[in-house]
């Protein structure tokens, strides 16, 4: 069964601070990674993909990849209070597959 | 681009009847669509896959007669939940890929039903 963990949290972090978010996957044969982020009693809205080893980044969100340890992380930096919201970690096993979900971190970030 | 649409946005209905919520792709043309079902505090589930042209695969443990999914083009499919119940009211999200691999939702639809 493919499985996506994430940490259970929640995490808070002071405005300006660097939020450090992890997902772990158990299928190897995974190619596609993504994150969403998820406000309350909104739709999830893509932030991030990444498909291949090492960091990816946009704006103040970078995206880090380790296929070998079945990693993927997602580093917030300069946090702001807008940024609070449920961060979900998705990967999928080739194209056209659906998508497996983690259950979600609640990320709060302090002013 | 990668714009996904629902309508409506919220509706509330009498136990028994059916609704039927809608999910278009608005600036790309989609062969597969995913409906989600998304209660209080919980993970997103996913309830079926919409195939443009044939018949949708349901996810286990989702009645297919009671949750119909018709995707009669390639940027419309629809999600009829039929003979609707209390226990049914809940926050249904569609998604769709404009490539083979990203995937974009749509606003939701929350249903209420009484």
């Known amino acids: 069964q493919k499985e996506v963990e994430q940490n259970s949290g929640p995490l808070s972090v002071p405005e300006g601070a660097i939020a450090s978010l992890n997902c772990t996957y158990s299928?190897?044969?995974?190619?596609?990674f993504f994150w969403y982020r998820q406000y309350s009693g909104k739709s999830p809205e893509l932030i991030m993909s990444?498909?291949?080893?090492g960091d990816k980044e946009d704006g103040r969100f970078t995206a880090q990849l380790n296929k070998a340890s079945q990693y993927v992380s997602l580093l917030i930096r300069d946090s702001q209070p807008s940024d609070s919201a449920t961060y979900l970690c998705?990967?999928?096993?080739?194209?056209?597959?659906?998508?497996?979900f983690g259950k979600g971190i609640t990320l709060s970030v302090r002013p | 681009g990668a714009v996904v649409s629902q309508h409506p946005s919220w509706v509330i209905c009498k136990s028994g009847t059916s609704v039927k919520i809608e999910c278009r792709s608005l600036?790309?043309?989609?062969?597969?669509m995913f409906w989600y079902r998304q209660f209080p505090k919980q993970s997103l589930m996913l309830m079926a896959t919409s195939n443009e042209g044939s018949k949708a695969t349901y996810e286990q443990g989702v009645e297919k007669d009671k949750f119909l999914i018709n995707h009669a083009s390639l940027t419309l499919s629809t999600l009829t939940v039929t003979s609707a119940h209390p226990e049914d009211s809940s926050f249904y999200i569609c998604?769709?890929?404009?490539?083979?691999?990203?995937?974009?939702f749509g606003p939701g639809t929350r249903l209420t039903v009484t």
């Open positions: 990444i498909y291949s080893n």
């Open positions: 600036d790309f043309q989609a062969t597969t």
């Open positions: 998705a990967v999928n096993t080739g194209a056209n597959s659906k998508l497996t």
């Open positions: 998604s769709a890929r404009p490539s083979s691999y990203e995937q974009y």
């Open positions: 299928d190897r044969g995974s190619q596609s």
